[in-house]
């Protein structure tokens, strides 16, 4: 189309002769072509866009593959970190204004409530759906799974015999009596285990476990994973709850520590999974390009890359966990939608709260 509307506007078209042209004509030509090209192609950008994300996870995590991005498309990201409370404030404050184009943050409880207070907007992309299943991703399309972790039991091979082990709701019972380690339950990854567990169970039963797991403490909840990891290690407790990118990550810094994974839920609801995903902005200023952004994180090596950082399951199916990942073994994860975790967290809040679990 192009050339053919040059062709026609030229002014030397047709004839090839020395001199038939003078230089004023075959510049003003030039910049008529130029300015054609413009108007035939107004959507093709002269410089690639700068895109700007703001992201809970950390920057070690995310600028290696904002790097190879931008040697691979020449688009520049610019981004800042902090805890998705904060983000999810700014986003709000800044409204139509805001200078975001995606916003990554950690857990399903956190990207519920980021499209619930209305600063992410739904995307019609079928790389993104092709790529992400249902359950990790919003049904709207307002945020996408990028990589999974798995909250499972962990425990001491010197004290407990995995056939001793089944559920997360086993944990309650007197057989674990001063026995078990948890995390507060002021962390969103308790508050989105239980959210699962009241969709599975029902309130009632969800608040017996809570409550005997409460009754088998063996010593106020901690403040992260790794401590109530090393707590076991060193003997205060037999078992507890982890995310399994802590135990990969402490497994690392000490590759002797007795610690094993334990799979609970296989004949029932399935090992409890969460993600760390992202959703683009409801006013960002390079949509097209954030969705590109997005869909390049779902796939091929930076899908992989994206898991393998923090030592967790790529969320498409067709990539490859981190061969120290893929060592833990596999397991039947839980396929509730992880949307379940914001829509019922109130709730879980509230039943942890009566339970007595601090
Ligand atoms: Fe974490």
Redesign the pocket.
């Known amino acids: 189309m192009f050339r053919k509307l040059t062709g026609r506007f030229s002014a030397c078209s047709g004839d090839n002769r020395p001199g038939s042209c003078s230089p004023l004509i075959v510049l003003r030509s030039m910049a008529l072509s130029a300015l054609l090209f413009m108007l035939v192609f107004p959507a093709v950008p002269i410089h690639a866009a700068e895109l700007i994300v703001y992201s809970e996870r950390n920057e070690s995590l995310i600028k290696p593959l904002f790097d190879a991005y931008t040697q691979e498309t020449g688009v520049d990201i610019r981004f800042i970190t902090d805890q998705a409370g904060p983000l999810l404030e700014r986003l709000k404050a800044e409204g139509e204004n805001t200078p975001a184009d995606l916003l990554i943050t950690?857990?399903a409880g956190n990207l519920w409530l980021a499209a619930q207070v209305g600063v992410l907007s739904s995307v019609a992309s079928e790389v993104l759906t092709t790529n992400i299943p249902a359950h990790l991703r919003d049904p709207d399309n307002r945020w996408f799974g990028l990589s999974v972790?798995a909250r499972t039991i962990v425990y001491s091979p010197d004290r407990v015999r995995p056939g001793e082990l089944t559920t997360y709701e086993d944990l309650a019972s007197p057989k674990w009596k001063g026995r078990l380690c948890l995390r507060t339950s002021k962390?969103v990854?308790n508050q989105s285990l239980v959210a699962m567990m009241l969709e599975r169970l029902g309130p009632k039963e969800t608040e017996q476990v809570v409550r005997g797991w409460v009754r088998n403490l063996a010593t106020t909840p901690f403040s992260?994973?790794t401590m109530l990891m090393e707590a076991i290690a060193a003997g205060q407790c037999d078992v507890g709850i982890v995310?399994t990118?802590?135990f990969g990550r402490l497994q690392r810094e000490k590759p002797d520590i007795k610690l094993s994974l334990f799979w609970p839920n296989q004949n029932s609801s399935g090992v409890h999974v969460n993600v760390s995903g992202a959703g683009i902005t409801r006013y960002a200023k390079h949509r097209t390009e954030a969705v590109r952004l997005l869909e390049w994180l779902s796939a091929g090596e930076a899908q992989g890359a994206f898991a393998d950082m923090?030592l967790e399951y790529p969320a498409n199916p067709q990539v490859q966990p981190d061969p120290a990942v893929a060592a833990w073994g596999s397991f039947t994860p839980d396929t509730i939608n992880v949307t379940v975790a914001g829509r019922r967290q109130a709730e879980a809040v509230m039943l942890m709260d009566r339970a007595g679990y601090r």
């Open positions: 950690v857990d972790r962390k990854y992260n994973d995310n990118y802590y923090n």
